[in-house]
């Protein structure tokens, strides 16, 4: 597709569970954000890829998250063990290159019941 | 801690009439500076960018960047309902290496009255 991609766009878990949240950036773009709004906040960003760099994980709230991209495309942010302050939309954007212009996909609404 | 502050608002103005948004940002070596709107629940949608100091116009919207001030804006002209949404601004900044941050204020909630 020509945006970034986003799935599922809806996750209820039990709290304690794990979940994987996918992003599929647009085509050719090698710098990839992941960010979490909570309702009613801004943007916490969590995790940034760059091509093959070592990403910047500053923005992780706890080991209980992580993230990887495979082959410079996909990327997958796995949240271990969740708890109910996880709950949020998780947002992921891309970019041509890093600094460029970053677009967003549609987001993924975590519910931990 | 690179930070960006907006006023969070609301921001109220009635139709036809300019809406001012305003962002300072504490990171001097940032770089590129960004305008999302974010309608009540969808995501970030970017509406515009700007890279050095001045205007830069793209229809109804003008953004203004002050690198000296450390102060960044938005100017909606002739406002409408359907611009009602809350505005993010975004500073790109240098992180270390190859890496790059995307900061990303509060955003201002802007109500265009009928």
């Known amino acids: 597709g020509a945006g970034v991609s986003q799935s599922p766009s809806n996750k209820v878990t039990e709290k304690g569970k794990d979940v994987e949240l996918r992003c599929d950036p647009i085509s050719g773009h090698t710098a990839l954000y992941w960010y979490r709004q909570s309702l009613g906040q801004g943007l916490e960003f969590l995790i940034y890829f760059q091509g093959n760099s070592a990403p910047d994980k500053s923005g992780l709230p706890s080991d209980r998250f992580s993230a990887e991209r495979t082959g410079g495309s996909v990327s997958t942010l796995t949240i271990q063990r969740t708890q109910q302050e996880d709950s949020a939309v998780y947002l992921c954007?891309?970019?041509?290159?890093?600094?460029?212009?970053?677009?967003f996909g549609q987001g993924t609404r975590l519910t931990v019941v | 801690q690179k930070e960006v502050e907006q006023n969070s608002g609301p921001l109220s103005v009635p139709e036809g009439a300019i809406a001012s948004l305003n962002c300072t940002y504490s990171?001097?070596?940032?770089?590129?500076f960004f305008w999302y709107r974010q309608y009540s629940g969808k995501s970030p949608e970017l509406i515009m960018s700007i890279y050095s100091n001045g205007d830069k116009e793209d229809g109804r919207f003008t953004a203004q960047l002050n690198k000296a001030s450390q102060y960044v804006s938005l100017l909606i002209r002739d406002s409408q309902p359907s611009d009602s949404a809350t505005y993010l601004c975004?500073?790109?900044?240098?992180?270390?290496?190859?890496?790059?941050?995307?900061?990303f204020g509060k955003g201002t909630l802007l109500t265009v009255n009928p």
């Open positions: 975004a500073v790109m900044s240098r992180s270390g290496g190859s890496n790059y941050k995307l900061t």
């Open positions: 954007a891309s970019s041509l290159y890093g600094g460029q212009l970053a677009f």
């Open positions: 990171d001097r070596g940032s770089q590129s």
